[in-house]
C-alpha cells in the first residue's frame, strides 16, 4: 500500500484474521489427527476431550490420596516405634 487514502478498515482487517484463523486450524487440527469435517466428529473430538478431562482429574485425586496414605503409614510407624520404646524403657527393658 503505497497511497494515503488506502488504509484497511477495521471491519477488513476482522475479515482476513478470521479466514487466516479458520484456514490454520482447518491445516492443524488435522495434522493431530482432530477430524472436524462435520458436527457429529466435531461432537465426538469435545466428548472425548471432556472424557480424558474426567481422567485426569481422577489421575489428580489418586495420586493425591496414595500421597496422603504414604505419609499417614509413615506417621503411624513412627508413632508405633516411639511408643515401643517408650513402653520398654517404662518395663526397664531399655532398647
Known amino acids: 500500500m503505497s497511497g494515503g487514502d488506502e488504509s484497511m478498515s477495521e471491519e477488513e482487517i476482522r475479515r482476513i484474521v478470521e479466514q487466516a484463523v479458520r484456514e490454520t486450524l482447518h491445516e492443524m487440527l488435522p495434522a493431530l489427527g482432530i477430524d472436524i469435517s462435520s458436527p457429529e466428529t466435531r461432537i465426538q473430538v469435545q466428548v472425548d476431550m471432556a472424557w480424558l478431562r474426567?481422567?485426569?482429574?481422577?489421575?489428580?485425586?489418586?495420586?493425591?490420596?496414595?500421597?496422603?496414605?504414604?505419609?499417614?503409614?509413615?506417621?503411624?510407624?513412627?508413632?508405633?516405634a516411639l511408643w515401643t520404646g517408650i513402653r520398654a524403657a517404662i518395663r526397664g527393658k531399655g532398647l
Do not use: P
Open 54 to 80: 474426567r481422567q485426569r482429574r481422577a489421575s489428580e485425586q489418586v495420586e493425591k490420596l496414595v500421597k496422603r496414605t504414604a505419609i499417614a503409614l509413615v506417621v503411624s510407624g513412627l508413632l508405633a
